[in-house]
C-alpha cells in the first residue's frame, strides 16, 4: 500500500551506498547473499524461540540486501529481467518458509497454530497467481498505451514485473514477518492478520482484473 510512496526514501538510504561496493561484487552476488540470509533466518527460529536475536539480525540483512540489489544494478546500468527473476523468487521462498519455520520453532506447535500458517501459506499461493496474471495483462496493456497515450495510466513500478498496487505489498509484509520474528508466540494471530489482509489485496486486484477485461 505504501511502497511508491516510500520509494524516494529507500532509494535515498540505500543509492548513496552503491559507490562504496566493490566492484567486483555484482548484484546477483548480492541477492544471493540476501537468500542465504533468509534462509538462515528462518533456521535460527526454527530451532529455538528462546533467543530470536539471530533470526532477526539475519532477517534484517536479507531486508537489507534485497533493498540494495536492485539499486546497485540501476547504479551500474546492469539491471536485468534475470536479475529481478531472481530476486522475486528469492523473496517468494523466504516469505514461505519463514511462518512454517516459526511454527516449527514450538516444542509442540497446535494444530490451530498450523491451520493458521497453513490459511496463510494457501493465501499466497493465491495471491501469486494473481499478481502475475495481473502482471502479464498490465503489461499487455501498457504495449497497447504506447500506441496511443502512452503517458495514460501508468504506474511507477518498483519491480521488474508490473504490480497492481493493493493493501498488502512489500513494506507491510516485510512489517508482519519482523512481528512474527520478534513475536514468534503470536504467530497464530500474526498470521490469520496477515492472510486477511492478503485476501484483501486478491480482492482488490481481482476486481481490476475485472474491469479490465470486462
Not at 530470536?52 to 534484517?60: E, G, H, I, R, Y
Not at 504495449?143 to 507491510?172: F, H, I, N, W, Y
Request: aromatic content about 10%.
Amino acid at each position: 500500500m505504501f511502497d511508491i510512496t516510500l520509494r524516494p526514501l529507500k532509494d535515498g538510504l540505500f543509492d548513496p551506498c552503491c559507490k562504496y561496493i566493490p566492484a567486483f561484487v555484482t548484484p546477483s552476488q548480492v541477492t544471493g547473499l540476501a537468500f542465504i540470509c533468509g534462509l538462515l533466518s528462518c533456521y535460527s527460529i526454527s530451532v529455538t524461540h528462546d533467543n530470536n536475536k539471530p533470526a532477526l539480525v539475519f532477517w534484517t540483512l536479507n531486508r537489507s540486501l534485497d533493498c540494495l540489489d536492485g539499486a546497485l544494478a540501476r547504479h551500474r546500468g546492469t539491471a536485468s529481467d534475470l536479475g529481478g527473476f531472481l530476486d522475486l523468487l528469492g523473496d517468494f521462498i523466504i516469505y514461505s518458509l519463514l511462518p512454517i519455520a516459526i511454527a516449527q520453532g514450538f516444542e509442540a506447535a497446535a494444530s490451530h497454530v498450523w491451520i493458521a500458517v497453513a490459511i496463510l501459506e494457501a493465501t499466497f499461493h493465491v495471491n501469486n497467481f494473481i499478481l502475475f496474471y495481473v502482471a502479464a495483462i498490465a503489461e499487455k496493456l501498457s504495449k497497447v498505451e504506447e500506441k496511443g497515450d502512452a503517458s495514460k495510466g501508468k504506474t511507477k513500478e518498483l519491480t521488474s514485473v508490473m504490480m497492481r498496487p493493493a493493501l498488502m505489498e512489500g513494506m507491510e509484509s516485510g512489517l508482519l514477518f519482523t512481528a512474527m520474528l520478534v513475536y514468534p508466540s503470536k504467530v497464530q494471530a500474526l498470521s490469520w492478520t496477515m492472510a486477511g489482509l492478503v485476501t484483501v489485496g486478491i480482492l482488490q486486484r481481482t476486481l481490476w482484473v475485472v474491469k479490465a477485461l470486462g
